[in-house]
């Protein structure tokens, strides 16, 4: 695993959790308002040993009770799986954060319930995808994880980051009657985070943030804002 960072403490990543976090090198969308570009791109950071962490994880015992793995893009880590059998096998319930380009991964990980909670980022409506997330995207995997998700038993959350230039209205109905359902779905407002990839990004509103929830709600009722 390449662990290119840790946060020891979070009370927001994971819902009704007391977690850290833990930030995977490597992604493979290029989503120009990235706000984690470091992870992303250039030389890798100073890792992390696996060693060092479960050390960490030890110590803190009876204080957290979660581990949060985010990035870059985790599911591109080739020893995720094992990793996360090692955090459970701890005693501690997992999040993962993805954006649903390898289904194939995220399959097994729902299969062998070894994790507790999946956010996934939908950047936007099928037709604006490769636009959002700065590549070609193989929009038949983004359809797969949706359903993989929704069709199963693991609690989970779908995302938006919602960023002037790349969002619209017309968008969020899109959005909405491909994910409609029961589910938790957040519009993120933008956030600019001093380490954004393609330096390029800008926040809507607050008053615009709410009438795009208002478009989405009659397909996702429970669809609601963060960062507001």
């Known amino acids: 695993m390449q662990i290119s960072g840790l946060q ?6 994971f819902p009704d959790r007391t977690a850290c976090t833990v930030f995977t090198y490597g992604c493979n969308f290029r989503c120009p308002f990235c706000h984690n ?8 950071p100073e890792l992390l040993s696996e060693e060092g962490f479960f050390s960490f994880l030890q ?7 979660g581990v949060a793995i985010t990035g870059g893009e985790p599911t591109l880590q080739k020893d995720l799986i094992p990793f996360i059998e090692r955090i459970k096998e701890t005693g501690f319930a997992v999040k993962l954060d993805t954006n649903g380009a390898r289904p194939e991964v995220l399959r097994l990980l ?16 099928p037709d604006k995808y490769a636009l959002t997330a700065g590549c070609t995207v193989d929009m038949g995997k983004i359809f797969e994880s949706v359903a993989l998700l929704q069709e199963g038993k693991t609690d989970f959350e779908f995302r938006t980051t919602v960023v002037k230039g ?11 009657k491909w994910i409609a359902g029961e ?5 993120q407002k933008f956030t600019d985070s001093g380490d954004i990839l393609g ?3 800008e926040a809507f509103g607050d008053e615009e943030m709410k009438n795009f929830c208002t478009i989405v709600r009659p397909f996702v009722p429970k669809a609601s804002l963060r960062g507001i």
């Open 37 to 44: 570009a470091s992870l992303v791109v250039g030389k890798s």
């Open 110 to 125: 729902l299969e062998r319930g070894l994790v507790d909670y999946v956010a996934m980022d939908v950047k936007n409506s």
């Open 199 to 201: 330096k390029k990004g």
């Open 166 to 176: 790349f969002h619209e209205e017309k968008d969020f109905e899109k959005i909405g």
């Open 183 to 187: 589910e938790k779905y957040f519009l």
């Open 8 to 13: 020891k403490l979070t009370l927001l990543d």
């Open 59 to 65: 110590k803190r015992k009876g204080v957290l009770d």
